[in-house]
C-alpha cells in the first residue's frame, strides 16, 4: 500500500476554474502513473465521498484526480448549482485533458470513473474519446427514457411544473428557481425513491466539506430524460467495469443491463443492493475493492 498527498489544483473549463483534488502517491521512480479521474453524480461535489474512493486509488499506486463541475463545490461558476449536461460534458474534457498535461502522468494510461450520472458521463466520454485506457460506471444513469419512467408520472409533472418555472427566472434574469436534490416521496425534489431520503443523508453523514446546501436549478430536469448514454454503448472500444445494484430504482436496472449488453470489452458486476448504497459501508469496500483491482490491472499498461 502506497502513501500519498493531496494537493489542490484548477483547471480551465469555458473560462471558470474547476476546482481538484490531486492524490500523488508516494514513489521512488520517475516513471510516469496512470491515473483515475472522478466527479461525482448529480448535484454533488467532490467532497461527498469522492476522496474515500480517490484515496483508495491512490494507495494502490494511481493517481487520482477528483474535480468539481462548474457552479458546484469549490468550483467557479455562477448562478450556482446549475446542471447542464453539456456544461458538465465539456468540464469532463477539460479535466481528462488537465491529467494528461501532468508531467507525472503517463497520457496514455487515463482511467474515468464515474457514479450515477457522472456514470453515464464515462460512458458517453469513452465512446468519443477513443485514447481513454479504462472506465468503471457505478450504478450509472444510461437512459434518460428509463429513468423518467421509474420516476412517475406525478413527480415528473410537479418538476416540470417547477423546471418551466426556472426556465423563465433564467430568461428574465431572475433568481433561478431550486430543488432539492432528495426528498420523501411525493416532494418535489430529484431524487424521491423510497431509499433516497436515509441513503442520502448517510452519505452526507461521511462527507466532507459543505453539506448543507444539496440543490439543483430546476430547470435539469427537463435535460435529463433526453440524455442517454446506452445510444453511443457500441462506440466504446476500452475496457468497462459496469457496477449495477440490483434494487436500484433511480437509475433502472434493466436499462444498465442492456447497456452493458452493448459494449465490446465490458465486465458486469451485480450487488444487491440500492442506488445509495456503494458509498459508504458496508456495501463501499465491496465496490471500491473491484474498482482498485480493475484500474489496476486494466491501467498496468496502455490499453489503446
Given at each position: 500500500m502506497n502513501s500519498f498527498s493531496r494537493l489542490e489544483a484548477t483547471f480551465t473549463s469555458f473560462?471558470?476554474?474547476c476546482s481538484a483534488w490531486v492524490y500523488r502517491p508516494t514513489v521512488a521512480s520517475d516513471e510516469r502513473m496512470p491515473v483515475v479521474v472522478l466527479a461525482n453524480g448529480f448535484g454533488g461535489h467532490k467532497g461527498i465521498r469522492l476522496h474515500a474512493f480517490a484515496e483508495r486509488f491512490a494507495a494502490a499506486g494511481l493517481v487520482a484526480v477528483?474535480?468539481?463541475?462548474?457552479?458546484?463545490?469549490?468550483?467557479?461558476?455562477?448562478?450556482?448549482?446549475?446542471?447542464?449536461?453539456?456544461?458538465?460534458r465539456a468540464d469532463w474534457d477539460a479535466a481528462v485533458g488537465f491529467v494528461r498535461s501532468l508531467d507525472y502522468v503517463d497520457p496514455a494510461r487515463v482511467g474515468a470513473w464515474g457514479t450515477s450520472l457522472s456514470g453515464g458521463h464515462v460512458l458517453e466520454l469513452a465512446a468519443r474519446d477513443r485514447e481513454l485506457a479504462a472506465v468503471v460506471a457505478q450504478v450509472p444513469h444510461v437512459s434518460g427514457l428509463a429513468a423518467a419512467r421509474s420516476v412517475g408520472f406525478r413527480a415528473s409533472a410537479r418538476l416540470s411544473r417547477v423546471a418551466v418555472a426556472d426556465v423563465v427566472a433564467g430568461v428574465r434574469g431572475t433568481a433561478p428557481v431550486y430543488v432539492p436534490v432528495c426528498g420523501e416521496p411525493g416532494d418535489t425534489a430529484f431524487l424521491t425513491s423510497p431509499d433516497a431520503p436515509a441513503g442520502f443523508e448517510r452519505i452526507l453523514a461521511a462527507s466532507e466539506g459543505p453539506t448543507d446546501d444539496n440543490t439543483?436549478?430546476?430547470?435539469?430536469?427537463?435535460?435529463?430524460?433526453?440524455?442517454?448514454p446506452n445510444r453511443r454503448a457500441r462506440d466504446i472500444t476500452c475496457p468497462v467495469l459496469m457496477q449495477i445494484g440490483s434494487q436500484d430504482v433511480v437509475t433502472p436496472v434493466a436499462a444498465s443491463r442492456r447497456c452493458a449488453e452493448r459494449i465490446a470489452r465490458v465486465e458486469v458486476r451485480e450487488y444487491d443492493c440500492e442506488h445509495f448504497a456503494p458509498y459508504v459501508d458496508p456495501w463501499f469496500e465491496r465496490f471500491v475493492h473491484d474498482q482498485v483491482e480493475f484500474f489496476v490491472r486494466t491501467l498496468a499498461t496502455s490499453t489503446i
Open positions: 473560462r471558470e476554474q477528483a474535480f468539481d463541475f462548474r457552479s458546484f463545490g469549490a468550483s467557479g461558476g455562477t448562478p450556482r448549482h446549475m446542471l447542464s449536461i453539456r456544461g458538465q439543483v436549478g430546476a430547470r435539469a430536469a427537463l435535460a435529463m430524460p433526453g440524455f442517454s
